[in-house]
């Protein structure tokens, strides 16, 4: 486990570009089913790694993944096709930073992306024992998009919340 930072509150502001994380994988024989389909959990697991790579280079520190939402299936992916999946931070929080992953599947010849899967992650800053620890850095919210993923973010937060008070 990484270096923790320990901050009260948070100290500087990051912008969204400074952590965007972009993978490229092809789709190989150990990904498959026996219908030479990507598996499922296969891709959550991309999709949790990209996430988490986001929420440590904007916090520089440890986290965890509290929870992944969405996790549609728009469309299948075959073995050797190639996936690009982007990531990047949409919120954050006290401890807790929301992180958007958008899956597609490239089309060599034309370039043309599709979508596969998209996908809200939250990340959260832990310390040595585990516990949730402030984000040390703010978010910069500065172009119309970034602005309504964040209150987007904001509105997701709330039904997660509010399922947690539910119980689920
Ligand atoms: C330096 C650069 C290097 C780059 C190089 C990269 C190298 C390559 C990287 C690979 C990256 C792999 C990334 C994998 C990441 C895992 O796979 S982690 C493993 C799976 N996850 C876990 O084991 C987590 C298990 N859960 C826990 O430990 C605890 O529930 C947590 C997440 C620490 C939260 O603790 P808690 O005491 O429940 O927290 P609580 O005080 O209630 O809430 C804390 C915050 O979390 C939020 N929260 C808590 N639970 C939830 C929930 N269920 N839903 C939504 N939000 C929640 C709260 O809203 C709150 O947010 P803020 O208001 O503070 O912003």
Request: charged residues 25%; hydrophobic residues 40%.
């Amino acid at each position: 486990m990484g270096k923790v930072f320990h901050v009260d509150k948070q100290i500087a502001n990051k912008n969204v570009e400074d952590s965007i994380t972009e993978w490229t994988k092809v789709v190989k024989y150990g990904d498959i089913n026996a219908e030479n389909r990507l598996f499922g959990g296969t891709l959550m697991a991309w999709i949790d790694e990209v996430a988490g790579t986001v929420a440590m280079r904007h916090s520089g520190n440890p986290i965890a993944t509290a929870a992944i939402d969405n996790m549609q299936f728009k469309q299948g992916a075959l073995l050797g096709d190639v996936l690009v999946m982007i990531g990047k931070i949409t919120y954050v929080g006290k401890t807790s930073m929301e992180v958007r992953v958008d899956t597609y599947v490239e089309d060599v010849k034309t370039g043309m992306r599709h979508v596969l899967n998209r996908a809200y992650l939250t990340e959260v800053c832990i310390d040595h024992d585990g516990s949730p620890c402030t984000v040390p850095y703010g978010l910069n919210v500065k172009t119309e998009n970034e602005k309504a993923e964040w209150e987007g973010a904001i509105k997701r937060r709330e039904l997660r919340k509010q399922r947690r008070m539910e119980g689920f």
